[in-house]
């Protein structure tokens, strides 16, 4: 696999990371216990995104599933609050936009 985009080692970091868990996925190892490992390893919620996002074929609708999957994961927590005030937020701006426009 080979995430472009990113800096070389990061984008290598996540290829060889993506490749050692599409092989436990192989093995029978179900999504939500990747999830948990990832998130046991550390692995932050972007990185985690794009390697799920990959591991699901990274076609059409793998991104939403990809994040929706992480940030469902319960020791993910703290990262789904900051995406949800994060949305807030920008709502709130948007709609002071479209107020002053």
Known sequence: ?????????????ISA?????????TSGTEMSAIQSLLSARNVGGMDSIIVTRELLGAGTGDLALAKTLV?????????R???QRLVDDLLVALDEIDFHA
């Open 1 to 13: 696999m080979a995430v472009s985009g990113l800096d070389p080692e990061r984008g290598a970091r």
């Open 17 to 25: 990371l993506t490749d050692e868990l599409r092989q436990l996925m």
């Open 71 to 79: 940030l469902a994961t319960p020791s993910r927590h703290a990262e």
């Open 81 to 83: 609050q900051q995406h």
